[in-house]
C-alpha cells in the first residue's frame, strides 16, 4: 500500500521555464510534508517543507503548494535551471505519531539547456 | 552539512557473510535512521532509533538488525547477506523527528 505516490518517474523542463513535480498522499494523518532532492552518488539533501496548516511554503525559486482536500501537493521550481537536474522525493508524516518519514518513489527531473 | 559520515562507502561481499555498516554523526541528534534505495522503489526504512538503545523496525526490517550504544553512532548489521540486499543504504539524522539529513551513502554488493 503505496501511502505517497509520485506518478510520473520523469520530467523534461527548458531552462528558464517552471518545474511543477507532483505529490499525491493517502494517509489522511499525514500532516508535515517535506522535499529532497538527491544527485547521483550523493545522500538526499532536504529541500523546503510545509505543514498542513499552510497551504504554501516559499523559499527562494522554490515554493510547495498543499491541497489538504485533494491530498496532494507540488513543489514548483522557478526559473528551472541545469543544476536543478536531479532525482526529487516527496515525504510525508504524521508529527503526533511517530518519527517517520514515508518517501515516495522520486522524479526524475532533466534540465535541458 | 550536517556532520554525518556512514563507512564503509563501498563494500562487496559473498552470500551468507555477516555484514556491519557504520553510521556516525556529530551534531548530536536523538533520531537517526537506515533506509535502502533500490530502482523503482524509492527510500525504504529499515530501521530507526529515537535514543541509545532505543531502536524500532522500518518497512524492510526482515534480515537486518542494529544497534546504538552511544548517540553518535548507529550500526546496521546484516546477519547473513543476501543478493537481495545489494542495495545503496543510507543513514539519516534528525533533531525533531521531521526533518531529516541524510549521509553520503553506501554501496553494498552481496556476490
Known amino acids: 500500500d503505496q501511502q505517497v505516490k509520485q506518478n510520473s518517474p520523469s520530467l523534461s523542463v527548458q531552462e528558464g521555464r517552471i518545474s511543477i513535480l507532483n505529490c499525491d498522499y493517502t494517509?489522511?494523518?499525514?500532516?508535515?510534508f517535506l522535499w529532497y532532492k538527491k544527485y547521483p552518488a550523493e545522500g538526499p539533501t532536504f529541500l523546503i517543507s510545509?505543514?498542513?496548516?499552510?497551504d504554501k511554503n516559499e523559499d527562494g525559486r522554490f515554493t510547495v503548494f498543499l491541497n489538504k482536500s485533494a491530498k496532494h501537493l507540488s513543489l514548483h521550481i522557478v526559473p528551472s535551471q541545469p543544476g536543478d537536474s536531479a532525482v526529487y522525493f516527496c515525504a510525508a508524516t504524521n508529527t503526533g505519531a511517530n518519527s517517520k518519514l514515508t518517501f515516495g518513489k522520486g522524479i526524475t527531473l532533466s534540465v535541458r539547456p | 552539512d550536517a556532520g554525518i559520515t556512514q563507512s564503509p562507502r563501498h563494500k562487496v561481499t559473498e552470500t551468507g557473510t555477516p555484514v556491519t555498516l557504520r553510521c556516525h554523526q556529530t551534531?548530536?541528534?536523538?533520531?537517526m535512521y537506515w533506509y535502502r534505495q533500490d530502482p523503482g522503489h524509492g527510500l525504504r526504512l529499515i530501521h530507526y532509533s529515537y535514543g541509545v538503545k532505543d531502536t524500532d523496525k522500518g518497512e524492510v526490517s526482515d534480515g537486518y538488525s542494529v544497534s546504538r550504544s552511544k548517540t553518535e553512532d548507529f550500526l546496521l548489521t546484516l546477519e547473513s547477506a543476501t543478493s537481495s540486499q545489494t542495495s545503496v543504504y543510507f543513514c539519516?539524522?534528525?533533531?525533531?523527528?521531521?526533518?531529516?539529513?541524510f549521509g553520503p551513502g553506501t554501496r553494498l554488493t552481496v556476490t
Open positions: 510545509i505543514s498542513s496548516i499552510k
Open positions: 551534531e548530536n541528534h536523538r533520531y
Open positions: 539519516a539524522i534528525s533533531k525533531d523527528a521531521y526533518e531529516q539529513y
Open positions: 494517509n489522511s494523518m499525514f500532516d508535515y
